[in-house]
């Protein structure tokens, strides 16, 4: 059963009216990825409350960082269902979590925060997190050896 849409919209604007690219159908997700050979973060989304005190202005956070994803997109828990759905198919041996978020490198897998990384940290330390994981995986070969 899907969430009434009414209910979520204001959650999917704190991604979207930022520029976070919505993903709502599997083919909409497989485009994304697989026209991208740089990075794209993907965010699963979540009505709960680390979604919106946590994940959401951690994620947003992160964004500022120097060195980024090429592109940030999002599915929606509970409301993408099939969208959701392909993008735990692209995670083999990962189980579900949402609130997540999955940062992709040529179309696989290369970092997750699961909702238990999510939920014992406060937006800041998940901003950190994933600026380390953006100079890693994002950066330039020279800077990220720097």
């Excluded at 994940?55 to 592109?71: E, F, N, Q, T």
């Amino acid at each position: 059963m899907r969430y009434p849409e009414q209910l979520i919209i204001p959650m999917r604007e704190d991604l979207t009216l930022h520029g976070v690219i919505e993903t709502r159908t599997p083919e909409a997700v497989d485009s994304l990825l697989a026209s991208e050979p740089g990075t794209v973060l993907m965010v699963i989304n979540s009505v709960c409350g680390c979604a919106a005190g946590k994940a959401r202005p951690g994620i947003l956070h992160s964004l500022r960082s120097p060195v980024k994803p090429d592109k940030v997109a999002t599915v929606f828990a509970g409301a993408d269902l099939e969208a959701v759905d392909r993008v735990r198919e692209l995670l083999p041996g990962i189980p579900p979590s949402s609130p997540s978020v999955v940062l992709f490198k040529a179309g696989k897998p290369v970092y997750m925060m699961h909702r238990r990384d999510i939920e014992n940290r406060g937006a800041p330390e998940i901003a950190a997190q994933l600026a380390g994981a953006y100079q890693q995986y994002c950066a330039p070969a020279e800077t990220a050896a720097q």
